[in-house]
């Protein structure tokens, strides 16, 4: 599966952005799409997941702040930013998990990361 990003951006404290992510070229069956970002420093931490199904869960310190969503057809999900805080500053990647079609294996799968700054 590859991944391609989409958005991100230097944007004030408050303001909003949104990134897309695409799944193509695969024979894989995808299954979860989400978002994790890394801060300098810290580990990779899940920011949104949303299922096949429209299952979303998101980490609580984005919560009420973000929106993921996700389009099955075209294999793409986004996550809509708002409120944004300097500490929301990271590289974001996209993530999918995928079934092989002859194992049944699930796989995980990343983008490129895309940097989001948030200045204060």
């Known amino acids: 599966v590859q991944l391609q990003a989409f958005g991100g951006g230097l944007v004030q404290t408050g303001g909003s952005l949104r990134l897309s992510c695409v799944a193509s070229?695969?024979?894989?069956?995808?299954?979860?799409m989400g978002w994790y970002r890394q801060a300098p420093g810290k580990e990779r931490e899940l920011v949104a997941s949303i299922s096949s199904g429209g299952i979303t869960n998101y980490a609580d310190s984005v919560k009420g702040r973000f929106t993921i969503s996700r389009d099955n057809a075209k294999n793409t999900v986004h996550l809509e930013m708002g409120s944004l805080k300097p500490e929301d500053t990271a590289v974001y990647y996209c993530?999918?998990?995928?079934?092989?079609?002859?194992?049944?294996?699930?796989?995980?799968?990343w983008g490129q990361g895309t940097q989001v700054t948030v200045s204060s």
């Open positions: 993530n999918c998990r995928g079934i092989h079609p002859y194992n049944a294996v699930e796989y995980p799968f």
């Open positions: 070229g695969s024979i894989y069956s995808i299954t979860d």
